[in-house]
């Protein structure tokens, strides 16, 4: 009878470890998607804050050569064209043209524009250093005894705006 009853014993409890010892097959769940999240600052797309740089340059004395633009964001690299936020060599129209930059992200900038007329990209000076070409600044910034620095040229560009500015190059 004892042995009756450990048989009955193992048999129980291999019924029990059978049903509840038993890895369920459970398939892998996918992580769950996360919620999206407003990386942009506010809910506005950064489309929308992108603005719009018209300049209307005139005084060119013939259309020979290009005219050269570079764009500065920063005072350190105000002048440098070797640093410029952006560059371009446009053919010359007339005496007057219009350049205009779209998508511009709001900020502070400066630029320099000069008439090419040799087309050589660089400015010619005479022997004591002044320019032979036309040129201009940023809100037709002048400097003394040389160009003129970033806090005479630099203007702000809001969001979502269109800023112009009216410049004609100088000559000597």
Not at 33 to 53: A, K, M, R, V, Y
Request: charged residues 10%.
């Amino acid at each position: 009878m004892s042995r009756f009853i450990s048989i009955i014993l193992l048999v129980s409890l291999f019924l029990i470890c059978s049903t509840s010892c038993k890895k369920k097959n459970v398939e892998p769940q996918p992580d769950p998607i996360p919620n999206p999240q407003d990386t942009t600052g506010g809910g506005t797309s950064t489309l929308d804050t992108l603005s719009t740089l018209v300049i209307n340059l005139s005084g060119m004395q013939n259309t020979n050569g290009k005219v050269n633009f570079a764009l500065y964001n920063t005072s350190s690299s105000f002048n440098d064209p070797d640093q410029a936020l952006a560059e371009l060599f446009l053919e010359c129209t007339g005496a007057n043209m219009t350049i205009t930059l779209d998508s511009i992200v709001p900020g502070y900038y400066a630029f320099a524009i000069f008439h090419d007329e040799n087309d050589n990209q660089e400015i010619d000076q005479n022997w004591l250093g002044i320019p032979t070409e036309g040129f201009a600044f940023s809100n037709n910034a002048m400097g003394s005894f040389g160009p003129p620095n970033w806090t005479q040229s630099k203007f702000n560009i809001p969001n979502s705006s269109s800023v112009t500015q009216n410049i004609t190059l100088n000559f000597y």
